[in-house]
């Protein structure tokens, strides 16, 4: 009967989690804004990171109760969290570490600005434990192992990729816009800006075939998980995104999903990011215009299609849960 009432309890519990781990992801991006647009920022005393750490402590509160519940219910130490919730823990004690070291580095060296913001070693450790307790609910329904993917371990799986995109925003695409006329320059700006597509595609398919590895896809897998970080990342950071850019993706998102109900798996892979970056350019020729000769922007679709063939052959379901259409 114990062992029932915990798999009922299950889904509302990776609701709350989520949510809780997007307070915190939500907060990270909310404090690069700062980093970005205030430079005048020298205290680590700030609203943004207030909202941060609050994030951090509702999350250790919520690891607490549950480890409080589980040693109540008996049993050993080890198994006091649910499935999937150990890291969680421990993402909560990695960004307390890192959040003294990062007061104590912004006393020895400054407040980062911009790029330093993202390289600042504290910083990277705080990103390293947002990140285990973004992906609670999706270890959770992994572990669970009845093969079935929910709402909230998509969620969980956008705010993943949220905090991989957080840390590409000087490179990302939606952020950096190298494609852009207004950002025309040289070679090595080119250079940078299909580098960015390439490592932005990688991270986006990746995630996304992850997920499919383990877990049939929740209705609306690919919005979710792209749309979540589009929202986060590219909309807290305050950089510059024309709206007709960000309504591309969601589209190409949407069509995505279609594409992953009625077609092979492996048509997915492919047709996924092509979709996006067709919708991407699409959306730069509309609003800023494309500074890219057609050799590149066209090259850049085809690439990144290939790098979705690639990664599904690398990166297949598990027997246990493989698709038919496979």
């Known amino acids: ?19 809780l781990a997007a307070w915190l992801v939500g907060g990270a991006c909310i404090d690069a804004w700062a980093h970005w647009h205030i430079p005048e920022l020298e205290s680590f005393f700030t609203p943004w990171h207030a909202i941060l750490y609050s994030g951090m ?17 008996g049993g050993p130490l080890r198994s006091a969290l649910p499935a999937g919730y150990g890291l969680t ?24 600005q911009n ?5 600042s070693p504290t910083h990277l450790g705080l990103m390293v434990g947002a990140t285990l307790v973004a992906a609670g609910p999706w ?26 995109w957080f840390f590409l ?17 040289t070679e090595h700006g080119v250079q940078l800006g299909v580098a960015g597509i390439l490592v932005a595609t990688v991270t986006m398919v990746g995630v996304v075939l992850l997920f499919l590895r383990d877990l049939t896809p929740p209705v609306g897998l ?31 998102a949407v069509l995505a999903d279609v594409l992953l109900v009625v077609g092979p798996r492996r048509l997915f892979a492919v047709a996924f990011p092509v ?7 699409g959306g730069v020729a509309l609003t800023e215009g494309v500074a890219w000769s057609v050799h590149v922007w066209a090259g850049c679709v085809v690439v990144a299609g290939l790098i979705g063939w690639g990664m599904s052959q690398l990166v297949t379901p598990a027997p246990a849960s493989r698709a038919v259409r496979d």
């Open 1 to 19: 009967m114990a062992i029932l009432t915990r798999t009922r309890t299950l889904p509302l519990l990776d609701w709350v989690a989520a949510a």
């Open 57 to 73: 402590f509702v999350n250790i509160v919520f690891v607490g109760v549950l480890f409080l519940r589980g040693r109540a219910a």
């Open 89 to 112: 823990a421990v993402g909560c004690l990695v960004f307390l570490l890192a959040g003294q070291g990062d007061m104590a580095w912004h006393i020895a060296f400054g407040v980062e």
């Open 115 to 119: 790029t330093e913001a993202l390289l």
């Open 139 to 164: 270890r959770a329904a992994r572990l669970r192992g009845d093969g079935r993917g929910d709402h909230p371990a998509a969620l969980s799986a956008g705010l993943v990729l949220t905090m991989l």
């Open 169 to 185: 925003q000087f490179d990302l695409p939606y952020t950096a816009r190298w494609a852009s006329t207004l950002m025309r320059g």
């Open 222 to 252: 690919v919005t979710i998980v792209t749309g979540v970080p589009t929202l986060l990342v590219v909309g807290f950071s305050g950089q510059a995104d024309p709206l007709a850019t960000d309504l591309g993706a969601l589209l190409a």
């Open 275 to 281: 979709l996006v970056w067709v919708a991407y350019f």
